[in-house]
């Protein structure tokens, strides 16, 4: 989740509806100018007992977070305290119970992404062998009750730990016990990012299917292979879901803008500090009516703040956000934006996936979507069938996109190579979180602290 450094009081005040409009318009930039931006979270634990640490005890959370200063990361304050850190990989920032997240740099190319990741966690794993410290690439904490976990000291999390409970009855797991890998991508136009929009949407159930990663909970299987996912389905149903409106004629920046202010409120940000608006309408904040800033209108910034609170499978911001794999290891964080990539930046390849998808009716993308998180590659398609019969498919349509990209590294090599964990995948029939099942019920008789070794960075 975003991390704000700055107050701007004397930003614009929201005058218009051309203004709700304009961030998402001036996200359009020609294709020469289209850049790669990767998320990736990790699970934060002590070596010694596998503890998840907290914010200020020795060695922990705070100390992990000023010890990045060793590779030039700067720190970022809030209410005094350090939440983040800035520098020229992006931003280190904190999710809700610890987690660490990277939000890298808009990169021109993959090579550059996942040599992007790889410093990252470099840097991570040389504070974390001084500290104690380790890192779980899991899409779940595998063996935490929300109660062990602790709770990062940033206001808008305050905020949002208050309001969950209240719309749905997992949304404290997706703040505290979830980790995820996401890519940011660009488009052209409204149309480029129309056609973007759906096509991703409409294939994010295979994503999180080839990503999934999260079979345990509280110590054993809990019945799903990206129960990640599942806790998306009662998290808060005003700001969540796979997005109906978007395959409409006629959707667009306006029709996006409409949803925005339906979604519920969670704060407004004012001189360094997050007041409680959970519930309340953005509708009236624009009339001067909001009531915990009676009289006040909207500026600029706090509809950019706004934007960032809806959660849906693809989100629209001055970019696509692409929301639905669980988080994984090094090489994983480098297949899923090369996936999106392969699939979104190459234009013959982006007609050929959506035509793939194109014909589905809602009910059966909604169909489709409550059942990947349980059955992955074998939930049904619409029109007969699984997902994994169309796997292989949209794999070769990624490829072709990133062979006509032509992106080269050093050695001659162009970008397919990071979707090799993919193709594995596909040809084993096994995605992670059943290969982590099969060693449970086999190898590891039961014993899940052996996660640990397997799955740490």
Not at 145 to 173: A, C, F, N, W
Not at 217 to 229: A, D, F, I, V
């Amino acid at each position: 989740m975003s991390t704000r450094q700055v107050s701007d009081r004397n930003d614009p005040i929201i005058e218009n509806r051309d203004m709700l409009v304009a961030p998402m318009q001036k996200g359009e930039k020609p294709a020469e100018r289209w850049r790669i931006g990767t998320e990736h979270e990790k699970f934060v634990y002590r070596t010694q007992d596998r503890r998840a640490p907290s914010y200020t005890e020795q060695g922990g959370i705070r100390d992990l977070l000023m010890a990045m200063t060793e590779f030039g990361w700067e720190p970022v304050l809030e209410g005094g305290n350090v939440i983040a850190m800035s520098g020229r990989d992006g931003a280190i920032s904190l999710e809700p119970a610890g987690q660490l997240e990277l939000s890298g740099a808009p990169l021109e190319n993959l090579h550059q992404t996942c040599a992007e990741t790889g410093r990252h966690l470099a840097q991570v794993k040389t504070i974390g062998d001084k500290l104690g410290l380790g890192y779980l690439g899991l899409g779940l904490w595998p063996d935490k009750t929300r109660e062990e976990l602790p709770i990062m000291p940033k206001g808008r999390y305050d905020i949002m730990l208050r309001h969950m409970p209240r719309v749905g009855s997992m949304g404290l797991d997706m703040m505290l016990r979830t980790c995820t890998i996401q890519v940011n991508l660009d488009y052209s136009s409204e149309a480029d990012m129309v056609k973007k929009f759906r096509t991703s949407l409409a294939l994010q159930p295979l994503a999180t299917a080839l990503f999934a990663n999260s079979p345990f909970l509280e110590g054993k299987p809990n019945g799903m292979l990206s129960y990640r996912s599942h806790i998306w389905t009662d998290t808060d149903p005003a700001r969540t879901g796979m997005l109906s409106f978007v395959f409409d004629e006629g959707f667009g920046y306006e029709r996006y803008v409409d949803y925005m202010l339906d979604v519920p409120m969670y704060f407004v940000y004012r001189d360094g500090k997050y007041i409680d608006a959970s519930g309340l309408s953005f509708r009236d904040f624009l009339d001067g009516k909001l009531s915990v800033l009676p009289g006040e209108k909207p500026r600029a910034s706090d509809w950019v703040d706004h934007l960032s609170t809806a959660f849906p499978e693809v989100r629209l911001k001055s970019f696509l956000e692409m929301r639905g794999a669980d988080g994984g290891p090094w090489n994983r964080i480098c297949a899923l934006p090369a996936l999106w990539v392969g699939l979104l930046y190459d234009q013959t390849a982006l007609d050929a996936a959506w035509d793939l998808v194109k014909d589905c009716d809602m009910d059966g993308r909604e169909k489709l979507r409550a059942e990947v998180p349980k059955l992955g590659l074998d939930a049904a398609l619409p029109g007969g069938g699984k997902l994994r019969d169309i796997a292989a498919e949209v794999l070769a349509i990624s490829r072709s996109g990133l062979s006509a990209r032509n992106r080269l590294n050093e050695a001659g090599d162009n970008e397919t190579g990071y979707l090799q964990p993919l193709d594995e995948i596909i040809a084993t029939g096994f995605t992670p979180a059943e290969r982590l099942l099969n060693l449970y019920n086999g190898e590891w008789g039961g014993d899940l602290s052996r996660i640990y070794a397997e799955k740490s960075f």
